[in-house]
C-alpha cells in the first residue's frame, strides 16, 4: 500500500479545490489567513459543490420550493428542512460540512434567514412545522437540532442566543434510554407514536448532539452540559460507537442507514469516521475507538484510498460518484487518523 505522503499529493491536486484547501489546512496544519490556504478557500467557493449550493439560493439568499410548500407547507420550506436534502437547512448543513467561506455574503444571509424561520421561539429550539393533509403539527427532530447548532457554529454563528438556547434544550432533554423504557408523554415526548422520542433513544439524535459539542464555545459548558456530554459518549460507547448496544457482531441500522457505509455528504446520520472522529476529538480514546478505527482502515484499498459507499439522492451537488473512489472521504479518513495521532507522512 502506498504511504499517506502520496495520498496526500493526491488529496492536493488542483481538480478539487475544496478537499485541497482542507488537506492543507487539516492535515498539513497550513494557516487559514496563509495565502496559500486564503487561494485556495477562494477557488472552492466557486466550484462545486459550494458554488452549485450557493447558486440554487434566491436572489435574496433564500429558497423557496412550490411543490414543497404545497405538501409540507410555506412554513416548513422556510424552515428549511423540506424538500429533503435539498431544503436551506441541508444547504447549511452541507456548506459546513466542506469548510465554507464564513465570510462569505450569501452564507451570511442564508444562516439568518434559517435562525429567523428555522428557530421556534415558543420551543427554544429549532421546529419543523409541518401542515401535510391540511392539519398542523411541530416536529421537535434532536439530529436536526444538533445539525443545526453544529453548522452555525462552525459558520460563525455561535455568539446568536438561538443556538445557545438550541443546545441547551438539547442538554436538557435529550434522552439515553436504549430500548428499556416506556416512552412519556409528557412535552417533548409523544409516547411510542413519535419516532425520534419514542421507544428506543434514535442513535442519530445522540451522534448528533455530540457532534455540535465539539464546536460550542466554551461559554456553553455549564454542569448540566458536561454531565450530558458523559452520558451522550458513555452511549456511544456501550454501542461500541458502529454496532448494536444488545448485539456487537450487529450493525446499527435506523430506517437503512448504517455508519458503517462512508458517507458524503452526512444527511441526518453520521458515518464511522465522523462518529470516530467526534469522539476523539472530545477525548475519547480505549478499545472501542480502536476497534472502529480498524474497521474504517480495513476499508482502504491498495492506493491507500477510501471509496464513497453511500451517497443520498436529490442533492444540488453530489460530493462524489458512489462506489467509486473519494477524496473527500479519503480526506476524512486521514483527518481521523490525525486525530488519533496515528497520520505519517513519512
Known sequence: MVGDRQVVDWLLERDQPWVRYNTLVDLLGVKRESEEARGALA??????????????????GGFTDKAAARKWGEVAVRGGYVPKYRGAAWKLIFLSEIGADPCDARLRILGEKILANAFDPSFGTFNIHLEAGGRG?????????????????????ADRPEVRSAFDWLVRYQRFDDGDWKPPTSFPYKGSRERCWGKHTCYWGVTSILRAMTVVPGGFWTPESVEAKSKTMDFVLAHRLLWSSHDHTRPITVKNTRPQRLTAPLTYYQDAI???????????????????????????????RWMLDNAPDQLDAPFGTKGGESKWITFRALRMLKFAGRFKLE
Open 43 to 60: 477557488e472552492a467557493m466557486t466550484t462545486p459543490p459550494a458554488s452549485k449550493i450557493l447558486g440554487s439560493l434566491d436572489p435574496n
Open 137 to 157: 403539527d411541530y416536529a421537535l427532530i434532536p439530529c436536526f437540532m444538533g445539525n443545526m447548532v453544529w453548522a452555525l457554529c462552525r459558520l460563525g454563528f
Open 274 to 304: 465522523e462518529i470516530i472522529s467526534t469522539m476523539l476529538t472530545l477525548g475519547a480514546r480505549g478499545e472501542e475507538v480502536n476497534e472502529a478505527i480498524e474497521f474504517v482502515l480495513a476499508k482502504r484499498n491498495g492506493e491507500g
